[in-house]
């Protein structure tokens, strides 16, 4: 069986960190883009960041730039969000999702990821 799952999320002060993972069970991430997500109570689900399969290339959500970074490890088949400066806004669940390839400048349509995870919550609160 296919399956996603993140970890890490939390309660956490403004500028304060978190780092999420993204764990692949049933099938190797080798050749699989993995994007990141965030989606806020009644808002639409928004790309926050993208890393390719072989990590050479990432992109940025404009709100995560300078604050956010993303890695992998293909030989422990996870994906990494690193978040520092936290701010209010960044509150939401943060969903890890995989696509077979690379998607260029589409990296933040949702539509075109084929597996999600269930989400993890992260709140920025004082």
């Known amino acids: 069986q296919l399956q996603l799952v993140e970890s890490g999320g939390g309660l956490v002060q403004p500028g304060g960190s978190l780092r999420l993972s993204c764990a692949a069970f049933?099938?190797?991430?080798?050749?699989?883009?993995i994007g990141w997500f965030r989606q806020a109570p009644g808002k639409k689900r928004l790309g926050v960041s993208c890393?390719?399969?072989?990590?050479?290339?990432?992109n940025y959500a404009d709100s995560a730039k300078g604050r956010f970074t993303v890695s992998r490890d293909n030989a422990k088949n996870m994906v990494y969000l690193q978040m520092n400066s936290l701010k209010p806004e960044d509150t939401g669940v943060y969903y890890c999702?995989?696509?077979?390839?690379?998607?260029?400048?589409?990296?933040?349509?949702?539509?075109?990821?084929?597996?999600w995870g269930q989400g993890t919550q992260v709140t920025v609160s004082s």
């Open positions: 999702a995989a696509f077979q390839g690379w998607l260029g400048t589409n990296w933040d349509a949702a539509s075109e990821y084929d597996y």
């Open positions: 890393i390719s399969d072989t990590g050479d290339t990432t």
């Open positions: 049933g099938f190797s991430l080798d050749y699989y883009s």
